[in-house]
């Protein structure tokens, strides 16, 4: 565990330096970062202009949900997007075999290997809109819900991690389909809707969704005090279940990838 | 067994690409049917307050808006920027006796009719399984009018994506001019929802600018929802934009030709 | 110490088993694995160190089995493959290795000594802190060796070293392994379809074709038990005709005033006596063929079974 620890303090050092030493780069990913998350702002703003409530929420709430939708996007992207748009490139170009070769995990070397630091002003923005949002609309916040609510967004970010882990493995099997990451984010786009939206669906389609939705939604509920248990349950169940998946089907991916390939 | 052997690898090759477009595929579905799920469910709960948007006009936008985000957003300031000029390839252009123009115009086309017949094959299974559910005009006159406001609204999507390619020659954050270039295409070219449904103010910005010329008009056009007087005033406001847009571009090219060809790349 | 050991035991060998790779290393060796492309070189370097799994036999390396990958094993073996780079490209070299300190968990003053070592061989103290897309090629190569020898690996797999660098690298390259080899005493096995790799490098060779061992020794061993000719290289005088030539031996090459030919062994001193009678020869030389004529010798021979 330590190991893990100071290789991933170094892993941040060695981020940084990188950032600062390609300048060019730093001003576009900001850029971006920040048009994206105006970008979602506004829509939701314009989507929901018209009416006060839908699919159990308030107009406010549904905003709330964006906000905190940015706020975990963000910190996605920070630790994860590079990493998994690499993944594909290791993949394809079979650069697979010296990461192997390290004795370290290699869910780990792939995961946690790059660093967006840019994502910062995502999050910020994020940040920002949920504390506008909770003052404006005088939502009641308390202690306990604050800890609940940062304790279910960690658990929906591994939720969406394992999600994207076992989406992204694929590529092992199938390595030109480089482009599953851009539908990952699409599919990561589904979590900023309410639940209960979702409901509208086929039941079998509705369920097999499920785990996807409930990512910003039951944190959420925790934080405006509307959270049921079952919900929280929910969340922690299938997080610890799909990332106890990934891990599986991970290990079940390289004995293939070592099986195979010369 | 080697020869099954080199079936299988080209049978997973082809299904590599084909499940490759697949996901391109699912990946234009999923935005607009989130936000058809989305609005109706807003609809149903209350609708009067969406006017002349019904459960039916919305869906038909959404499914038009796939054909649309296909088929008339031109991709060509990529090849522009980072191929010709960051590359230097446009050298190669400025040799020929052809139009540079008219050249990218007939690269982009296939690329474009491709992307929107994959819409149209969304749009017929949806039409052949909940046939009343989508609309779109059958008045003869107005499809003929509706085609040029989406011939014109290509056109102008055309220019304005070469004049932001060649842009590439002043900017020093082409990404980034990008990124932004396309949340405000989003935003004010009727792909979050109907312009006529934004804040008044927002309304005003919308059709001040071409955005609206290139996807949003089309749009409504074809399904019906402009007479004839209103295809008139849209067709007469696409071809002002026309002309600005490529007296821009010609004066860009200029100025861009002399700038490329002074400092080489 | 590898051994890979086949259910099909070893007095097969000699019969042409098929399919089937025996061999065992010593700590310290330095073995060529040489072979055409496809031979199996690279699939048995992944075997080796992990990455591939063999479906029939037992693969054993500094007493551990490779493809269970445990972290103490990992930490002894180092994998280095053509020019596929490690180093992050932005920064100084100086940081990977800083990296790779962590993920081999060198300690402070053994890592110091270890970098020390390699950039006094390498001789690249002055460019540590420059960045790594800053280098010319052949700096970058200097390294990424370094950053794969940090961790002082008891076992080095490098597959195909030269490859794609131009012949003064390549000689810098071969320098390198060999001073290496010497001053850490660590095992090396590296494969090559350059025979000027063998020629320097392997005491050992072991050639590979189809997946099969075709000979497992020393390499001037090798030379005198496949090598049926010799080959005499002349500069002549005056011009001479090829069909007169062809009367002597073999001829292999002829761009005057050089010409090559090849005798059998046996009667390379009767061909020389002839040559210099018959014809104006300014200048003779009897050679051992070529390593690359040899080793297609033995290719042609096994494939001939």
């Not at chain 2, 920027?81 to 086309?109: C, H, M, R, V």
């Not at chain 2, 067709?235 to 490329?260: D, E, M, N, P, T």
Request: proline share 3%.
């Amino acid at each position: 565990m330590k190991l893990y620890l100071r290789l991933y303090k170094t892993l941040l050092h060695l981020n940084f330096a990188n950032l600062l030493a390609y300048r060019v780069n730093f001003t576009t990913n900001i850029v971006s970062s920040v048009s994206w998350g105006l970008f979602s702002i506004i829509s939701i703003i314009l989507v929901t202009g018209k009416a006060n409530s839908m699919f159990g929420w308030r107009r406010d709430e549904i905003l709330l949900l964006t906000a905190i939708y940015s706020v975990l996007i963000g910190v996605f992207h920070m630790l994860f997007s590079k990493n998994f748009e690499r993944f594909s490139n290791l993949v394809y170009y079979g650069q697979l075999d010296s990461l192997l070769v390290k004795p370290i995990d290699s869910q780990f070397l792939v995961s946690f290997w790059l660093i967006n630091y840019t994502s910062i002003f995502r999050i910020l923005l994020g940040a920002a809109y949920t504390f506008y949002l909770l003052y404006a609309y005088h939502m009641a916040v308390s202690l306990g819900a604050v800890m609940g609510f940062i304790s279910l967004l960690a658990i929906g970010l591994t939720l969406l991690y394992s999600v994207w882990f076992l989406c992204v493995t694929l590529t092992i099997w199938f390595p030109r389909l480089t482009n599953i990451v851009f539908f990952m984010y699409s599919v990561s786009g589904l979590t900023r809707y309410p639940q209960e939206m979702y409901r509208q669906l086929a039941s079998y389609v509705f369920l097999f969704l499920m785990p996807i939705t409930l990512i910003v939604t039951t944190p959420t509920k925790a934080l405006v005090q509307r959270l049921s248990l079952a919900e929280a349950i929910m969340l922690i169940g299938f997080a610890f279940t799909l990332f106890y998946a990934s891990r599986k089907f991970w290990k079940f991916a390289l004995r293939y990838y070592t099986s195979a390939s010369s | 067994m080697r020869y099954v052997r080199i079936l299988l690898i080209h049978f997973e090759d082809a299904i590599a690409e084909r499940a490759r477009n697949l996901v391109w595929f699912l990946i234009a579905l999923i935005n607009p049917l989130m936000l058809l799920l989305f609005w109706r469910g807003a609809i149903l709960e209350k609708p009067e307050a969406y006017g002349q948007w019904n459960i039916p006009s919305i869906v038909s936008y959404y499914l038009l808006l796939i054909i649309a985000g296909a088929f008339l957003q031109v991709h060509i300031e990529e090849k522009i920027a980072y191929t010709d000029i960051q590359q230097g390839s446009l050298s190669n252009y400025l040799t020929k006796p052809f139009s540079y123009l008219l050249w990218n115009f007939f690269i982009e086309l296939p690329y474009r009719v491709l992307q929107g017949s994959f819409g149209v094959i969304v749009f017929l299974i949806f039409f052949v399984l909940f046939g009343n559910i989508v609309s779109i005009a059958s008045d003869p006159l107005i499809l003929v009018l509706a085609s040029v406001v989406i011939i014109l609204g290509y056109l102008l999507s055309f220019f304005f994506k070469m004049i932001l390619g060649i842009s590439a020659l002043w900017t020093t954050d082409f990404s980034g001019l990008v990124n932004l270039v396309e949340v405000v295409t989003l935003v004010f070219g009727g792909f979050i929802m109907p312009i006529h449904l934004y804040p008044v103010i927002l309304q005003r910005i919308s059709f001040a600018l071409p955005f609206a010329s290139m996807f949003y008009f089309p749009i409504i056009a074809i399904s019906g929802k402009l007479v004839v007087v209103e295809l008139f005033q849209v067709i007469a406001v696409q071809c002002i934009w026309l002309v600005s847009l490529g007296s821009i571009y010609q004066l860009a090219w200029r100025r861009g030709v002399r700038l490329f060809t002074a400092i080489g790349q | 110490m590898g051994s890979i050991k086949s259910l099909v035991s070893r007095k097969y060998e000699s019969v042409k088993a098929v399919d089937d790779i025996s061999f065992d290393i010593a700590a310290g060796e330095l073995v060529g694995f040489i072979g055409p492309n496809g031979a199996g070189k690279t699939t048995t370097l992944k075997c080796l160190s992990g990455l591939l799994w063999p479906t029939q036999g037992s693969v054993s390396v500094l007493g551990y089995t490779p493809f269970e990958r445990k972290t103490a094993f990992l930490k002894q073996i180092a994998l280095v493959m053509g020019q596929k780079n490690q180093l992050w490209w932005d920064l100084p070299a100086a940081e990977t290795f800083l990296l790779n300190k962590e993920i081999y968990e060198i300690a402070d003053d053994e890592y110091k000594k270890t970098r020390n070592e390699l950039v006094d061989l390498l001789e690249v103290e002055h460019l540590l802190k420059i960045q790594v897309r800053k280098l010319s090629l052949g700096e970058r190569m200097k390294m990424e060796l370094i950053a794969a020898l940090i961790h002082s690996p008891k076992v080095l797999f490098l597959d195909e070293p030269t490859i794609g660098l131009d012949v003064v690298m390549q000689k810098k390259m071969r320098d390198f392994i060999q001073e290496y080899n010497e001053l850490k005493k660590s095992t090396i096995l590296l494969t090559s379809h350059y025979m000027e790799d063998v020629r320097q490098l392997a005491r050992r060779v072991i050639i590979i074709d189809h997946g099969k061992i075709l000979y497992d020794g020393k390499l001037d061993q090798l030379v005198k038990k496949f090598a049926k000719h010799k080959v005499l290289s002349v500069v002549l005088e005056t011009y001479v005709p090829p069909d007169k030539l062809k009367e002597v031996g073999e001829l292999v090459e002829y761009n005057f005033p050089r010409a090559v030919i090849r005798v059998p062994r046996n009667a390379s001193n009767v061909a020389a006596a002839q040559l210099l009678q018959k014809f104006p020869v300014d200048d003779l030389n009897i050679e051992e063929p070529d390593i690359e004529d040899i080793i297609r010798d033995v290719f042609t021979l096994s494939s001939k079974h």
